[in-house]
């Protein structure tokens, strides 16, 4: 017994301290690099090693040298920046894969560009056939469409250019759509249609729907869209479904993201996502919350936890919710209306009475809550109902996505009641041109990603883009994280911005602990996860200009490189 402790005494020293002979060398080795670890053991490193999908050990050149063998992948960096894989906090999975197939129209100036793109769509379709597009906002469009109603765009023009083809192109938000007369018709629109329960249809003033329907009327267009893709096989419906998850996986390493956290999916596709991670055809580790029907969640949930499936990559152990709409649509809820149509407080999307059953749904399985809320009504009824129902148990680590606008008073129940702030950087600079027009530059300089008063109170913020509302790019969020600067130069409340070191926690170690993962992944740190990304400047030391210059060298997701720079 002795002699065999000897021996692997031997092969550990061997192994780790520099003697010339490499018994368990690594499987890759980094060096030469410009390493930012987030362990504070060790903050920073040349050079690391990786042996099994993990993280062996980081140092100097000279220490990890030792761990390199003749079978050792020895990656020469060249000085350049690594770290550990960007987390997406908050994203739509399926919905990123999806943008790929329809129009982006997230680059249109005017709507005259968005009918254009429309109809160039339907002149290479067949009649009949659905034009589905996302990303039109009416607060960028210059010039303001004519005619409008509350500066969205009336149908007429776009029915003119479409008669044939139903045409439903949804808001950059996610939160309303814009249908052409087609389409309404299908949907059997009439003058005397009612709102439904948290949406509204947009009317003229002789209350004719002009073709805009927000929150939950959205529906109305929505579901005969989905009746029409029923129509398919159940073999296309797959398909299409792998294919969205194919492009968006390739999305994600291009932009060097290794986890990706879902906002959303049923039952179904969570089953379609088992199917792909049993046989390794998910390469981003996912970690999806479910948003499915509460007596879905009734029948299911119970039977729908896992942690750590297929190899760690993926988790399902959190519900998402919505409390309200959006900012851009007014359907956000406010405590107070919005400062540019008085008689609107934005919508509550779903009864509190709901929420509340599905919030002691979630805490009788052990389920994470992710609810959506953006104004700062919105926000005081989720903490509320979090309060009532967790009774201060903040190792649930519950969260609000969003957490846009809030109230002076409800900044530091995050802390208090440990509730995660799941925001999007890139969503202040992409708002901040109508936030003031909204809800007025006193509430906005209060409450409106007020990230600093945030982490001064001790709340924890993870980040992410709402892709495919916004680009998926962590950098261009980052770079919104640390500047709050928009594209002409103006910066929107610039003393609530992170410092860099906060945004890479953001979207790195805070990820993790706002998934429970903190513990595998997040750091570079022997025994997590080798998921890393290799970056061409340093994101800490870099010019303002020239992190949006940063390009992904390689992403590396457990210890294999899945994206290298051409």
């Given at each position: 017994?002795?002699?065999?402790?000897?021996?692997?005494?031997?092969?550990?020293?061997?192994?780790?301290?520099?003697?010339?002979?490499?018994?368990?060398p690594a499987d890759m080795v980094l060096t030469n690099g410009n390493i930012y670890t987030l362990d504070d053991s060790i903050p920073r490193a040349e050079a690391l090693a990786i042996r099994d999908g993990k993280i062996l050990s980081c140092g100097t050149n000279e220490e990890i040298e030792n761990f390199v063998g003749d079978s050792t992948d020895v990656i020469d960096l060249n000085g350049k920046f690594v770290m550990p894989g960007f987390i997406e906090s908050h994203?739509?999975?399926?919905?990123?894969?999806?943008?790929?197939?329809?129009?982006?129209?997230?680059?249109?100036?005017?709507?005259?560009?968005?009918?254009?793109?429309?109809?160039?769509?339907?002149?290479?379709?067949?009649?009949?056939?659905?034009?589905?597009?996302?990303?039109?906002?009416?607060?960028?469009?210059?010039?303001?469409?004519?005619?409008?109603?509350?500066?969205?765009?009336?149908?007429?023009?776009?029915?003119?250019?479409?008669?044939?083809?139903?045409?439903?192109?949804?808001?950059?938000?996610?939160?309303?759509?814009?249908?052409?007369?087609?389409?309404?018709?299908?949907?059997?629109?009439?003058?005397?249609?009612?709102?439904?329960?948290?949406?509204?249809?947009?009317?003229?003033?002789?209350?004719?729907?002009?073709?805009?329907?927000?929150?939950?009327?959205?529906?109305?267009?929505?579901?005969?869209?989905?009746?029409?893709?029923?129509?398919?096989?159940?073999?296309?419906?797959?398909?299409?479904?792998?294919?969205?998850?194919?492009?968006?996986?390739?999305?994600?390493?291009?932009?060097?993201?290794?986890?990706?956290?879902?906002?959303?999916?049923?039952?179904?596709?969570?089953?379609?996502?088992?199917?792909?991670?049993?046989?390794?055809?998910?390469?981003?580790?996912?970690?999806?919350?479910?948003?499915?029907?509460?007596?879905?969640?009734?029948?299911?949930?119970?039977?729908?936890?896992?942690?750590?499936?297929?190899?760690?990559?993926?988790?399902?152990?959190?519900?998402?919710?919505?409390?309200?709409?959006?900012?851009?649509?007014?359907?956000?809820?406010?405590?107070?209306?919005?400062?540019?149509?008085?008689?609107?407080?934005?919508?509550?999307?779903?009864?509190?009475?709901?929420?509340?059953?599905?919030?002691?749904?979630?805490?009788?399985?052990?389920?994470?809550?992710?609810?959506?809320?953006?104004?700062?009504?919105?926000?005081?009824?989720?903490?509320?109902?979090?309060?009532?129902?967790?009774?201060?148990?903040?190792?649930?680590?519950?969260?609000?996505?969003?957490?846009?606008?809030?109230?002076?008073?409800?900044?530091?129940?995050?802390?208090?009641?440990?509730?995660?702030?799941?925001?999007?950087?890139?969503?202040?600079?992409?708002?901040?041109?109508?936030?003031?027009?909204?809800?007025?530059?006193?509430?906005?300089?209060?409450?409106?990603?007020?990230?600093?008063?945030?982490?001064?109170?001790?709340?924890?913020?993870?980040?992410?883009?709402?892709?495919?509302?916004?680009?998926?790019?962590?950098?261009?969020?980052?770079?919104?994280?640390?500047?709050?600067?928009?594209?002409?130069?103006?910066?929107?409340?610039?003393?609530?911005?992170?410092?860099?070191?906060?945004?890479?926690?953001?979207?790195?170690?805070?990820?993790?602990?706002?998934?429970?993962?903190?513990?595998?992944?997040?750091?570079?740190?022997?025994?997590?996860?080798?998921?890393?990304?290799?970056?061409?400047?340093?994101?800490?030391?870099?010019?303002?200009?020239?992190?949006?210059?940063?390009?992904?060298?390689?992403?590396?997701?457990?210890?294999?490189?899945?994206?290298?720079?051409?």
């Amino acid at each position: 017994m002795k002699n065999i402790l000897i021996l692997i005494l031997s092969v550990f020293i061997i192994t780790t301290c520099g003697g010339k002979e490499v018994k368990n060398p690594a499987d890759m080795v980094l060096t030469n690099g410009n390493i930012y670890t987030l362990d504070d053991s060790i903050p920073r490193a040349e050079a690391l090693a990786i042996r099994d999908g993990k993280i062996l050990s980081c140092g100097t050149n000279e220490e990890i040298e030792n761990f390199v063998g003749d079978s050792t992948d020895v990656i020469d960096l060249n000085g350049k920046f690594v770290m550990p894989g960007f987390i997406e906090s908050h994203a739509h999975f399926l919905g990123l894969g999806n943008l790929k197939q329809i129009l982006d129209l997230r680059d249109a100036k005017n709507c005259d560009e968005v009918i254009a793109m429309a109809a160039k769509a339907a002149d290479n379709s067949t009649p009949g056939e659905w034009i589905i597009g996302r990303g039109w906002h009416q607060e960028k469009f210059d010039p303001v469409p004519f005619p409008n109603v509350d500066g969205y765009p009336v149908h007429t023009v776009l029915s003119n250019a479409v008669p044939n083809n139903p045409v439903m192109l949804s808001h950059a938000s996610g939160h309303a759509v814009f249908a052409n007369a087609r389409a309404m018709q299908l949907a059997s629109i009439t003058k005397t249609t009612p709102d439904p329960d948290g949406g509204t249809i947009i009317r003229d003033s002789l209350g004719e729907a002009i073709g805009v329907f927000t929150e939950n009327a959205e529906n109305l267009i929505r579901k005969v869209y989905d009746e029409y893709l029923l129509k398919r096989s159940p073999e296309e419906i797959r398909a299409d479904f792998v294919w969205q998850i194919q492009l968006a996986s390739e999305e994600c390493l291009k932009k060097g993201i290794t986890t990706f956290v879902d906002a959303g999916e049923t039952f179904e596709i969570i089953d379609l996502m088992k199917e792909l991670a049993d046989s390794n055809k998910i390469p981003v580790r996912l970690y999806v919350m479910i948003g499915d029907s509460l007596k879905k969640m009734k029948e299911k949930l119970s039977s729908y936890k896992m942690i750590g499936y297929g190899n760690n990559y993926l988790t399902v152990r959190s519900i998402k919710q919505y409390v309200d709409g959006a900012l851009g649509s007014r359907g956000a809820w406010m405590l107070e209306p919005y400062n540019d149509l008085p008689e609107q407080y934005g919508s509550n999307v779903t009864l509190l009475s709901e929420l509340k059953e599905t919030y002691k749904l979630a805490a009788r399985n052990g389920f994470q809550m992710c609810t959506h809320a953006i104004g700062d009504r919105g926000n005081r009824e989720v903490l509320n109902l979090y309060e009532e129902v967790v009774k201060g148990n903040k190792e649930l680590r519950w969260r609000i996505e969003h957490a846009q606008h809030l109230s002076r008073e409800d900044i530091p129940r995050f802390s208090k009641l440990g509730v995660i702030a799941s925001m999007q950087g890139i969503h202040c600079t992409s708002d901040a041109t109508f936030v003031p027009e909204r809800i007025g530059d006193i509430r906005a300089e209060e409450g409106a990603y007020v990230w600093e008063k945030l982490i001064e109170s001790g709340a924890v913020i993870c980040n992410g883009t709402d892709s495919p509302v916004e680009d998926v790019d962590p950098i261009k969020c980052f770079y919104s994280s640390v500047t709050r600067k928009l594209a002409d130069g103006t910066e929107f409340y610039l003393n609530q911005k992170m410092t860099r070191e906060e945004a890479i926690k953001s979207y790195t170690i805070n990820g993790a602990y706002a998934a429970f993962e903190e513990n595998i992944k997040g750091s570079i740190t022997p025994g997590k996860f080798a998921d890393l990304v290799v970056l061409s400047n340093d994101l800490l030391n870099c010019t303002d200009e020239e992190i949006l210059q940063t390009k992904v060298i390689y992403t590396i997701v457990n210890g294999k490189v899945l994206y290298k720079s051409k």
